[in-house]
């Protein structure tokens, strides 16, 4: 008999495992589930891995919202600003080689580099570009990188980092910034003496075995199941600027322009968690290098609030933290229409990665959170609801605080009679020329550069802002004039205090040319 009882006690220990992990997985499962609900996403694409192993894929929608294809391992999505690691991995790969050092000056590689002021262009080294340290403001120079298309290259980009004024000391506080990544390639290109897509190729997606990743151009037609980005209409979710026949090597490709699959993105997980998966890939004196806090980052009421949070830092790409007192190292990535995030326990060899091709900027924060939790506080039990409630009433608060965007007077299409000698051409040294001229008998501001920046002037009361075409109207903007009749002077200015930073229009001071043509 009790041969018998210690038999059975042995199976179910044995078996407990198995019951444990079927327990996790359902609960993986349900997350995911509450957020495809709670936020009506159209797909997504969940990865876990645990102790260097993948432990759960989980995919649901469609690549395209009511076309029936269903999104998988494979389907490619954008993984924005998730680029930036990369980037700066394939940096360690040419310092691990030789080919350049961390603290070389960028001059050396770039002679055409140029800062506003001559000190930080001559002292700006290789691993500045990586940590948002420059001392220019929060999405400098964005409006060269986004919307697209636009018909700015990497040399425009370079160019107008000599025009764009500093908001602080180099070196002096954290920024994000993403024209510095742009650099960041640029350098990589001369140091590597090959165009940065290619190193890319060389050095991360095929040693690695990352198949299904796209960097620079490449033919969606060519290798199909391809997530398209979405926003919300309502209750519905709409494909919003599906891919060209061709997919360009656009300028902003080394700060967030690269593709991958849920498949792709466990590997690079799992070689990030475990050098085993690559011997000899990367080195431990460069893996650290990446993860070393090198630039601190204020750590918010949330982080606190949320995870116990004590310090927080920018590596080499990657945002460095402590959550419930486990170091992680995460980073996310927000494009128009498409959200990625992903998340590393690197004392745990575990991880999440988060894809979503909709309007899904909360919905990552709160799965993340709920599922990270599951490894460093699972007696919580906190699931995306709960962090959906407390996203909510943040924004409820800032609502009652005044962050929305004000109730404007009521608005016409303004006239060129009434508008004047305002109207006319118009330049930035570094956004480029702009028109504020009638156009099919509408007064039209429109960018020569930034096609997708054009929209019609309208009148609200006693001031005039542009009303864009396309863009939301969370992007509208102020026309604000100033100077005098010799040098007449406008700028820009956020209607919407919610306004994403890449809008970065207190960057933008244009002289009037001339008149309309």
């Known amino acids: 008999m009790r041969l018998r009882l210690l038999l059975a ?51 649901r929608g469609e690549l395209v919202a009511g076309e029936s294809a269903a999104i998988n391992d494979d389907s490619l999505f954008k993984i924005a600003s998730n680029t930036k690691a990369m980037t700066a991995a394939v940096l360690a790969r040419l310092v691990q080689a030789g080919k350049l050092r961390w603290d070389d000056p960028v001059t050396r590689h770039l002679p055409q580099f140029r800062m506003q002021d001559p000190w930080v262009t001559r002292n700006m080294q290789v691993r500045d570009l990586l940590i948002h340290n420059s001392g220019l403001g929060l999405g400098a120079g964005d409006l060269m990188l986004w919307p697209e298309p636009n018909n700015f290259d990497r040399s425009d980009i370079i160019a107008g980092l000599a025009h764009l004024k500093p908001t602080g000391s180099f070196r002096s506080e954290y920024a994000y910034d993403n024209l510095m990544y742009v650099v960041a390639g640029e350098v990589a290109a001369a140091a590597g003496g090959k165009p940065y897509v290619q190193l890319v190729r060389e050095e991360i997606f095929q040693p690695l075995g990352m198949q299904r990743c796209q960097v620079g151009a490449w033919s969606p037609a060519a290798l199909g199941n391809i997530a398209q980005p979405h926003h919300r209409d309502g209750k519905r979710n709409i494909a919003a600027e599906r891919d060209p026949a061709q ?100 004392d745990r060899k575990t991880g999440v990665v988060i894809l979503i091709n909709g309007e899904g900027e909360d919905a990552r924060t709160a799965l993340m959170q709920a599922m990270l939790k599951h490894y460093t506080a699972p007696a919580a039990n906190n699931d995306v609801l709960h962090y959906a409630r407390l996203i909510d009433d943040a924004a409820a608060q800032r609502r ?35 028109s504020l001229c009638p156009r099919d008998g509408k007064l039209q501001f429109a960018s020569a550069k930034s096609p997708r920046m054009s929209g019609q002037v309208m009148r609200a009361g006693e001031r005039w802002y542009v009303a864009w075409q396309g863009l939301g109207e969370d992007a509208d903007a102020w026309l604000e004039f100033s100077g005098d009749a010799q040098h007449p002077l406008l700028h820009l200015r956020a209607i919407d205090p919610d306004i994403d930073f890449s809008y970065d229009y207190p960057d933008l001071e244009f002289q009037r040319r001339g008149d309309c043509h």
């Not at 300028?251 to 475990?274: E, F, Y």
């Not at 494009?335 to 326990?345: D, E, I, R, V």
Request: one cysteine or more; charged letters at 20%; proline letters at 6%.
């Open 247 to 346: 997919v360009t090597d656009f300028p902003s490709m080394a700060a967030g322009g690269i593709r991958c699959s849920l498949n792709d993105m466990l590997r690079w997980m799992q070689v990030l968690l475990d050098p085993a998966q690559a011997p000899g890939w990367l080195g431990a004196t460069q893996r650290r290098a990446l993860w070393t806090a090198h630039m601190p980052m204020p750590v918010s009421q949330r982080l606190r609030d949320w995870d116990n949070t004590h310090f927080y830092a920018y590596g080499y790409g990657w945002r460095l933290s402590d959550m419930d007192g486990q170091w992680k190292v995460a980073h996310t990535g927000t494009l128009s229409g498409m959200y990625s995030s992903l998340a590393l326990l690197p």
């Open 9 to 59: 006690i042995a199976a179910v220990l044995a078996a407990s495992p198995l019951l444990a992990a079927d327990a996790d997985n359902a609960r993986m499962d349900a997350l995911v589930e509450q957020a495809v609900q709670r936020y009506q996403l159209p797909g997504i694409a969940v990865g876990v891995i645990e102790d260097g192993k993948v432990v759960r894929r989980i995919t």
């Open 400 to 434: 009652s605080a005044g962050h929305v965007r004000p109730v404007l007077p009521k608005a016409r299409a303004a006239t060129a009679a009434e508008f004047g000698s305002k109207a006319g051409v118009w330049q930035d040294p570094w956004f480029g020329e702009v």
